[in-house]
């Protein structure tokens, strides 16, 4: 099956790590931009880091800029958001988009819930 899925959400201290996973199966995400959003309750969608294969640029919110990091492993076909500092802001239901290169499709996954909470 054709699909990308997050995981690794949870509830976390304020201040604390977590890393999200966002594996592709069926298709490989080496010719694939990465798209990770976040969407709290009531909030718009907003992108929180992202990886382009086209230029090799990654970009992340102001927001969680300093704080999370996007990185790949291609042997995994897998893509990570790690997220450190931890801030109750951050609370939020998180997706990973992969978009192709070529094509444009793009594949969504189903979404990893992180709370941060005392």
């Known amino acids: 099956q054709v699909q990308v899925a997050e995981s690794g959400g949870g509830l976390v201290q304020p201040g604390g790590s977590l890393r999200l996973s966002c594996a592709a199966s069926?298709?490989?995400?080496?010719?694939?931009?990465i798209k990770w959003y976040r969407q709290a309750p009531g909030k718009e969608r907003e992108l929180v880091a992202s990886?382009?294969?086209?230029?090799?640029?990654?970009m992340y919110a102001d927001s969680v800029k300093g704080r999370f990091t996007i990185s790949t492993d291609n042997a995994k076909n897998t893509v990570y958001l790690q997220m450190n500092s931890l801030k109750s802001e951050d609370t939020a239901v998180y997706y990973c988009?992969?978009?192709?290169?070529?094509?444009?499709?793009?594949?969504r996954g189903q979404g990893t819930q992180v709370t941060i909470s005392s």
């Open positions: 990886i382009s294969r086209t230029s090799g640029s990654i």
């Open positions: 988009h992969a978009n192709s290169m070529f094509t444009g499709r793009t594949y």
């Open positions: 069926g298709f490989s995400l080496r010719t694939y931009d």
